[in-house]
């Protein structure tokens, strides 16, 4: 088995990878790059491969950057089978459309509004693209083993990281000898609301890993807890706002839930609460469709119907219009707004109108990609661009690292631990600070082998 990797390899986002078994080509992720400089230019680029020559792709997770691409991919011709969780179709269904919208309606903004020696680009995929990518999609449950080409086995194991997030164990079998892959997707913490622990996995020969927070680890959730209820006790004193930067698959559903679980401990009935993102509300339902899916607590909230789409003082803002009246909240508002790294949606005109005011709270609940403009304030910038303007950093800004999707280093440390042999390990899907810290990690705990490759890079399994 021939692993080659491609994108997410030495950053965060753009996961790809691709494999060869007996003449046949399996891809593992089709994502898009972002927050880099240059997203645009690499997205569109062409493939480092033949579309038409993959003959299965498999989808970890629905996040844009495991999935972004894979219209794309059907346009650029290929015509395969796409296997992924049933809750990944549902909510990829939503986030692929939202994108397609995004790049149409930026396309024609380009030619409403030409600049000098610029040629407008057509949008990288439009929603036909996004249908036909839709109907190749296949449902496959977790722990259900299905041969998706000859002697080739995938087996689909919760990952803990968004609804429907997988691990993916690749088996392939030739000549009478099984070797076995081990691609971790994105893992989730332990004890993450809604969702499920990650699963372990007993066996392989070789493993692909995320290593996000490769060289962090992230604050208890007892703690993360108390640091969210003095955010909102300081900010009622303070009498500003509260913008939280989040995204709409995952941070949005577990922040509605803490909101639910604390809402009269945190006082949160002394504010007017807001989420305004439409695909976020759309995303919210979908959760709300895959009750099987959730963690016992989180069935049993469900199951009261006291779940976060009845909270007595949430707004869930549709139109443009109902975005642009919060702009004139000046106080005792908590606005959740995508996007999660504030590179665009209607979190930018949120941060217009509250990033000066010093009574105003900023808090990040996500990782913040490098080149983003989160992470130029989340990494203390005294003033940053927006809509032609330059907008000083006056209001106080949290990072609430224990909200994170990813497992921190101990959590990816001991879900690899539990693969019997610490068989090698390939770290993807991480910044080489990250990396390179969870790789000496897991040299010094487990004794094993550990890769960092490059775009471009093969190995063998």
């Known amino acids: 088995m021939d692993i080659e990797f491609y994108g997410a390899a030495g950053e965060v986002t753009g996961s790809c990878h691709r494999l060869e078994i007996g003449g046949k080509r399996v891809l593992l992720d089709c994502g898009m790059v972002q927050g880099d400089r240059d997203a645009d230019a690499r997205n569109a680029a062409e493939f480092p491969f033949d579309p038409k020559q993959i003959d299965a792709l498999v989808l970890s997770h629905a996040h844009m950057d495991h999935t972004g691409r894979v219209p794309l991919l059907v346009k650029r011709g290929f015509g395969g089978p796409i296997y992924t969780h049933p809750a990944t179709i549902d909510l990829a269904a939503i986030l692929l459309a939202d994108s397609a919208h995004i790049a149409q309606m930026d396309a024609q903004d380009a030619l409403r509004h030409p600049q000098p020696g610029v040629t407008p680009t057509p949008p990288l995929y439009t929603q036909d693209d996004v249908d036909a990518a839709m109907k190749l999609m296949k449902p496959v449950a977790y722990d259900q083993p299905l041969e998706i080409l000859p002697g080739v086995k995938m087996t689909l194991r919760d990952a803990g990281h968004i609804l429907g997030s997988a691990t993916v164990q690749v088996a392939a079998t030739e000549n009478g000898a099984t070797?076995?892959?081990?691609?971790?997707?994105?893992?989730?913490?332990?004890?993450?609301?809604?969702?499920?622990?990650?699963?372990?996995?007993?066996?392989a020969d070789a493993v692909i890993m995320d290593s996000t927070y490769g060289n962090r680890l992230h604050k208890t959730r007892e703690d993360t807890i108390a640091e969210l209820a003095d955010i909102f006790a300081a900010a009622h004193k303070d009498g500003g706002n509260v913008v939280i930067p989040a995204f709409a698959v995952g941070r949005t559903q577990e922040l509605l839930y803490f909101f639910t679980e604390h809402f009269n401990e945190w006082g949160l009935d002394r504010f007017r609460m807001f989420l305004d993102s439409p695909m976020a509300t759309k995303v919210t339902a979908a959760y709300d469709r895959h009750e099987d899916l959730f963690d016992p607590d989180a069935k049993k909230l469900w199951s009261m119907r006291q779940h976060p789409l009845r909270l007595p003082n949430l707004t869930f803002t549709a139109s443009g219009d109902d975005s642009r009246k919060i702009n004139e909240i000046h106080d005792h508002a908590i606005i959740i707004a995508g996007s999660g790294m504030c590179e665009g949606g209607r979190i930018r005109h949120h941060l217009l109108h509250n990033l000066a005011n010093p009574a105003a709270h900023i808090v990040f609940v996500g990782y913040q990609a490098e080149g983003t403009l989160g992470r130029r304030i989340v990494g203390g910038a005294k003033q940053v661009g927006l809509f032609g303007h330059q907008i000083p950093v006056r209001a106080r800004v949290h990072t609430v690292g224990g909200l994170s999707a990813h497992a921190d280093r101990d959590g990816l440390s001991d879900w690899y631990g539990a693969v019997a042999g610490h068989p090698p390990v390939w770290l993807v899907h991480g910044e080489d600070d990250g990396r390179a810290g969870l790789a000496d990690w897991l040299k010094q705990k487990w004794g094993c082998a550990v890769n960092m490759p490059k775009p471009g890079d093969k190995a063998t399994v």
């Open 179 to 203: 070797r076995t892959l081990l691609f971790s997707g994105d893992l989730g913490q332990k004890g993450t609301p809604i969702l499920c622990d990650p699963e372990t996995v007993a066996a």
